[in-house]
């Protein structure tokens, strides 16, 4: 496995992202569920595309419905009794049909005026004493409203709906049950402005979760963002400190050598008090570029040396204090490193061996492999991971530190010095490996 692929995997598996929802995946991945959420969407992109094209269609449906009905229908009421459409001439059944019919075009574009206009139709229609099959469009009317219109109007609405069929019922037209008749028409008012209803939460629900993912996706690379500054100040502070000490060393030893072969009367002063001087120039710039980054209370922390390979010694002794065994193994010559190469082993361990503590707690063992040879140095720190018989954890065991810091120590580190990192649970499937190779440069290399 290359070490681009394990480091993605290490990513997914520490939790730098939020894993979908396993519900979700399985109706994605149904072959009837996943056709259909994908036609739906396929459905909303063309109709975004043309608006009007499911406006048409929605007005010739309501034409195609109700047009036997005005060639061949014979006047009959939902409820079975004949209404008086015999009396009024053919034209105005067919105005009444269009004037419910066409307002439907722009219900999208104002739900409410197009609910009162068909409203109003209704209530005109009902008072002729005739049933127009051409009355469900007050029912898809009502609907539009409910899911795309003002909830102020809405309320409003409902109540004209309610009275236009309670009034039509029980006055305008005759119906032998009453009764029935306003039961079964209050259903379907209550029907279509529910249907309206449940539709527009779940859209407003869906939009939602898409904002709220948006936003901690955003979240999340800030995070990472963020701690990659943080390490890389860190380790641009530490190395201000290992390059402004040999700078110092260079400085001192160009001015020694400088006032000894000025008192010999050697050529070479001239040349060594120019190193000395370009020395001190140098440790200037150094510190007025890195200095930006030194914070506050940098100014109050203790004036120690940086660790190296020699204090991983103390850093195992605290480690095994904490009830996790370590075997330390060493190939090569670490001493010879430079200080800058071995602050990033230092800290490569001490993040490795901070994870296998925080994770796996104690009872795990830990092996650490310091190699050199080739140029190169590997580092490889490698856990049991939690214990079989160790007591269920309440916080799941992803191997994350908030936002992926360790990680992105760790790869920050390694990719100074061109370092390739593989982090990922072992091909066993127990346990945590961490394995970082440095491509060090003989210039990192002490004589």
């Known amino acids: 496995m290359s070490a681009e692929r394990a480091a993605a995997a ?24 996943g056709r259909m959420w994908r036609g739906q969407q396929d459905r909303q992109r063309f109709d975004r595309r043309h608006p009007w094209l499911l406006d048409t269609a929605v007005v010739l449906f309501v034409v195609c419905v109700s047009l036997p009905d005005l060639l061949w229908g014979h006047g009959g009421s939902p409820f079975g009794d004949m209404d008086s459409r015999d009396r009024l001439p053919a034209g105005v059944l067919f105005v009444l049909t269009a004037a419910l019919a066409v307002p439907l075009w722009w219900r999208r574009r104002a739900p409410a005026v197009v609910f009162c206009v068909i409203a109003l139709v209704s209530l005109v229609q009902w008072s002729l004493g005739v049933w127009l099959p051409a009355g469900i469009s007050a029912l898809i009317a009502l609907y539009t409203l409910a899911r795309q219109g003002p909830l102020r109007v809405l309320g409003w609405a409902v109540a004209v709906a309610a009275a236009n069929v309670i009034l039509a019922v029980s006055v305008l037209v005759p119906v032998e049950h009453p009764l029935l008749g306003v039961f079964f028409m209050l259903g379907t008012v209550t029907a279509a402005t529910a249907v309206g209803l449940t539709l527009r939460i779940r859209q407003m629900y869906l939009a939602a979760l898409e904002d709220r993912a948006r936003r901690l996706e955003i979240e999340n690379e800030q995070r990472v963002r963020l701690t990659a500054a943080a390490e890389r100040s860190r380790v641009a502070r530490e190395m201000h400190d290992i390059v402004g000490h040999n700078l ?8 020694g ?21 370009t020395g001190r120039q140098a440790m200037s710039e150094l510190r007025r570029v890195l200095g930006v980054l030194r914070e506050e209370h940098d100014d109050e922390r203790m004036l120690a040396p940086q660790p190296g390979i020699r204090d991983l010694e103390p850093l195992l002794a605290r480690v095994r204090a904490a009830g996790v065994p370590v075997t330390y193994r060493t190939v090569g010559h670490l001493d010879a490193l430079g200080d800058g190469v071995q602050l990033t082993v230092y800290r490569i361990v001490q993040e490795s061996l901070t994870n296998t503590l925080r994770h796996a707690g104690a009872g795990t063992s830990a092996e650490i492999t310091l190699a050199v040879e080739a140029g190169e140095v590997r580092i490889r720190v490698a856990d049991t991971g939690v214990p079989p018989e160790a007591l269920p954890r309440a916080k799941p ?51």
């Open 248 to 255: 110092s060393v260079m400085v001192s030893v160009a001015d």
């Open 10 to 33: 290490a990513d997914t598996a520490r939790g730098t992202a939020l894993p979908p929802s396993p519900g979700f995946d399985a109706d994605w991945t149904h072959p009837v569920l």
């Open 257 to 277: 050598a400088a006032i000894l072969a000025t008192n010999r009367g050697e050529q070479s002063a001239d040349a060594l008090r120019v190193l000395g001087d």
């Open 397 to 447: 065991e992803t191997r994350d530190d908030g936002p992926g810091h360790g990680l992105v120590g760790i790869r920050q580190r390694a990719a100074m010095y061109g370092g390739t990192v593989v982090i990922g649970p072992h091909d066993t499937g127990h346990g945590w490996l961490v394995d970082v190779v440095l491509d060090v440069p003989a210039g990192e290399r002490l004589p």
